[in-house]
């Protein structure tokens, strides 16, 4: 009988100290040796748990099987045959809560490490294959598709195995979406993302840079074209404030702004066009993975200080454990149950600290407590009556959500929305109210997780293609 106990095999990490002050990569990785002693703990259970986890349904126990016989590729086309980006969701994916929340091991011990077992296999195949994707036999038909993130790209490798000539329209000068402004290099290398990118390309795929769906062309003139179908992963780029005084003062960031500066931009760099204020005390407000993201970032920028300002409690913080824990471990401050009501500025030219006026010189907070669960089952953040203080702080960076651009919905006849502005879908397909029009992802759903948009995008690319064939 299995030792239902046996540990994972831990993930070698940078050291705190040296990697809070750099942007390579914290996590380095499994070696064969560790890869292989973790594919033994697998049960190879046969109703496969894992797999139903799974949002793109990847054959898991199979391809741990491959690791565990040390058939490193064979392992990574198992992967590849549902996924087009696993070394991406290596890296970023929420395993915990999914596929290996549901592995059999983690009732009474922790579950296998699939999430590392993926990065790995996608990690060797890059190191060791030669091998180039050959362009499948084309069936003639074209598609289009809106944004190069994670959904999109999904959707356009699926389609582009099936046959189609897919084009990707990307609003940036670079291919990627969120996985190349959103992710940091420290947990997501921008070489890894290019990668997979090239391999999409060698499908076949045309990407198109420098192109806004909307202002430079239009959904309706991309059937002009003669595309077929679109499909619109574009993403959910627009922030959200709290609408409190001082949110307009210099040294306020959306986090969404923040990270592409600093991700896609290079705006650390002393020859930046486009400079990121050097800040010594940095409040984050939000307890999500972009909080984090953010956070973090701060603190590789030169921070001195950098607060993470959340109104719930550890327990309610939605950010992935891994990505809190290593916060804490570089030295991020958890102000939790606290809630910001004011950022302070000053407008006095004469100010040594900066010439110029009204910038961020602190941020007045409320502390909170737990009230009464609010129709999610969350437990809702009370203030607590005269607890006001001031946080000193130079910068704040607003990580409370994002919302779809309105561009496409409003240049698009015939497209319905929600009233928080994600497009209106059929769950299973992806299909929206528009004929040949079909979208996924956080133009959907809102701001979600990497892996949920590569699922979406994955059933889009199928009943796309259902849709064109039965045409």
Wanted: net charge negative; aromatic share 6%; proline share 6%.
């Amino acid at each position: 009988m299995a030792d239902m106990k046996m540990p994972r095999n831990p993930m070698p990490t940078q050291e705190p100290s040296v990697r809070a002050r750099n942007f390579r990569e914290v996590a380095l990785g499994y070696t064969e040796e560790a890869a292989l002693m973790e594919a033994t703990r697998c049960l190879n259970c046969k109703n496969m748990p894992c797999v139903e986890g799974c949002p793109v349904n990847i054959r898991i126990p199979a391809f741990i099987e491959k690791v565990r016989e040390g058939e490193f590729e064979e392992a990574y086309h198992i992967i590849h045959e549902s996924s087009s980006l696993p070394a991406v969701c290596g890296r970023v994916c929420p395993q915990e809560n999914q596929c290996e929340k549901r592995c059999v091991r983690g009732i009474k011990g922790e579950a296998v490490a699939i999430g590392r077992l993926e990065r790995f296999v996608a990690d060797w195949h890059n190191a060791h294959s030669r091998e180039h994707p050959q362009i499948p036999e084309q069936n003639g038909h074209r598609v289009a598709v809106v944004g190069s993130g994670p959904s999109g790209l999904t959707c356009a490798g699926d389609l582009a195995k099936k046959g189609y000539k897919v084009t990707v329209f990307e609003a940036l000068h670079l291919a990627g979406g969120v996985l190349v402004y959103g992710i940091p290099e420290f947990r997501l290398p921008k070489a890894i993302v290019q990668k997979e990118i090239d391999t999409l390309k060698a499908l076949g795929v045309d990407i198109q840079t420098n192109v806004v769906i909307g202002k430079t062309i239009t959904v309706d003139e991309l059937f002009e074209d003669g595309y077929e179908a679109v499909f619109i992963g574009s993403g959910a780029g627009l922030p959200r404030f709290m609408g409190i005084p001082g949110e307009s003062l210099k040294g306020v960031y959306s986090a969404n702004e923040f990270l592409t500066r600093s991700n896609l931009m290079k705006a650390y760099r002393e020859d930046s066009d486009t400079p990121i204020m050097k800040a010594k005390n940095v409040a984050v407000v939000g307890g999500g993975n972009v909080a984090m993201d953010a956070a973090r970032t701060a603190l590789r920028l030169g921070a001195e200080k950098v607060y993470i300002v959340y109104r719930r409690s550890l327990e309610e913080l939605p950010a992935r454990r891994e990505e809190v824990e290593h916060a804490m471990e570089e030295g991020v401050e958890f102000l939790l149950l606290n809630n910001p009501t004011k950022i302070l500025g000053y407008s006095n030219p004469d100010d040594r600290r900066d010439p110029k006026n009204g910038c961020v010189i602190g941020m007045e907070c409320l502390k909170m407590e737990l009230g009464e669960p609010d129709e999610r089952g969350r437990r809702a953040p009370v203030a607590i009556p005269e607890s006001e203080f001031t946080l000193d702080v130079d910068c704040v960076i607003m990580s409370i959500g994002t919302s779809p651009n309105p561009l496409i919905k409003s240049t698009t006849e015939g497209l319905a929305v929600n009233e928080r502005g994600g497009i209106i879908v059929e769950e299973e397909t992806g299909k929206t109210t528009k004929d040949g029009v079909y979208a996924g992802g956080d133009a959907v759903t809102g701001a979600a997780t990497v892996i949920l948009a590569m699922g979406a995008g994955k059933h889009a690319a199928k009943a796309i293609d259902e849709y064109i064939m039965n045409k």
